[in-house]
DNA sequence: TCTGTGCAAATTGTATGCAATCTGAAGGTG
DNA sequence: CACCTTCAGATTGCATACAATTTGCACAGA
């Protein structure tokens, strides 16, 4: 909670809604990290490093809430979730039912100008692997979720954009917590593979890859419950 | 505003959210169209109804902001949603990506007693088709999205279940805005084969099926964009 | 009569106060 | 020494008060 960027707490005043402001800034720190899963998220804490009341906060933790994001528990507050095995696949089972669909609608829409900016953005993913330390993972898993988030955007429907901003931010809490290699190194190049299917118009293929790799990345965790039963287990073994 | 069930309003006391309470029984009000769209839901009067102060009432319309079932505008109040055509085209594109997968997911888990409650529900559904009155007319609209729900449920997601949740009131206020027979009336015999194909485990016709379900449910609309680009085509030709 | 301005009522946005609930620790008891 | 009880601190749930904004109407002027 102390890691918060300052720049992103100075909010534009009066533009727009305050608590959405704060819901976003809380989202960006909790999928790249800088928020752990488990974290309390205190009305009162927030609202004082925001500079705003406990209404305010309370209203962009239960934004976060319906997202999945944030878990509260009737009068103890609000926490950063920490998805078990079993959302994790139910999330990713999610995934490879929009996915190649929203693959198929971009290859119908998407114009030379939407190519160049996933260019860019595939360059700049590839820049993040290739630096070290934590806030260069960070913004590599930040970076890999924006790609299919962009595509999500190019599909032109509203509706799955959002349960698509929902999944791949949910995705990310997972990979934080049960990927074995951070981010499967996979990834970018299949990145680079469906954009140039969905360039070259094979809707069919591009699906197929998209498909294929949700299959990579969830491959990539260890979903064994080693959380969620444990308690239990250790009831009954111990 | 005025029609809400009494019964409805008396909510469990302290049991749980109250305002989860109060969004249940606004949503069931909307998606069975005694609340019409456009329809003001001021905070101060949905307070006075429960019974609550005007924060309760303000977090159940929160939600249904999430949902899209109600559009808030800032300083302006809450609106009971009014879809427009492309909005109702999503939501349907939405669900032909969705509903297959579910589908197949219900094919590998449902079980003999699961077929029984649906049976049941399909008979119920029948009675109301066969009712005349605008009552029964909302209650066969109910009916028909359970249908529906059921299936998410038996899919054993629970994300996809809140998604279809949504999708499914959603296209409830489609339907009571663009419908043009009410409801299909094919769609009632699709749910019946669709459940058989399910019962004999065909998963794949199972959801082939379903897919040419929602086609009939959209076809079924009027989405000719008589509104929403209306103020700009008035401006435009006049 | 039509148009533009200004005010007043109503409604939302936000802060804050009080009550209810939970947590954790201290202290007493077997 | 372990366990249960009790209580204080902290945090959330909710209600209410005040500020900011919008809307519609009244009224003046052309």
Do not use: W
């Not at 999330?91 to 929203?102: D, M």
């Not at 070290?132 to 930040?142: C, L, S, V």
């Not at 999944?167 to 954009?195: M, P, T």
Request: proline fraction near 3%.
């Amino acid at each position: 909670m102390t890691l918060l960027e300052k720049t992103s707490a100075s909010l534009d005043p009066v533009t727009e809604d305050r608590s959405m402001a704060i819901r976003d800034t809380l989202r960006n720190a909790i999928i790249d990290r800088r928020l752990a899963p488990g974290t309390k998220l205190s009305e009162t804490e927030v609202g004082a490093l925001f500079d705003v009341s406990r209404t305010v906060a309370r209203a962009a933790l239960q934004m976060l809430t319906f997202e999945g994001l944030v878990k509260t528990e009737r009068n103890r507050g609000a926490f950063v979730s920490h998805p078990t095995p079993e959302e994790a696949r139910q999330i990713f089972a999610s995934r490879r039912l929009i996915e190649p669909g929203i693959v198929t609608a971009a290859v119908e829409r998407i114009t030379p100008d939407d190519i160049d900016r996933f260019r860019e953005q595939l360059v700049e993913e590839e820049r993040y692997i290739n630096e070290r330390g934590p806030a260069a993972r960070r913004a590599e898993i930040k970076a890999s979720g924006d790609f299919h988030l962009m595509l999500a955007s190019v599909a032109g429907n509203a509706i799955l954009q959002r349960f698509m901003d929902e999944l791949v931010a949910r995705s990310s809490l997972v990979i934080a917590l049960y990927g074995r290699s951070g981010v499967s190194s996979c990834g970018h190049s299949e990145h680079f593979a469906i954009l140039d299917l969905i360039e070259r118009g094979d809707a069919k293929r591009a699906a197929d890859l998209m498909l294929h790799h949700i299959d990579h990345i969830e491959a990539d965790l260890d979903l064994q419950l080693k959380q969620g039963v444990a308690l239990k287990d250790a009831l009954a073994t111990g």
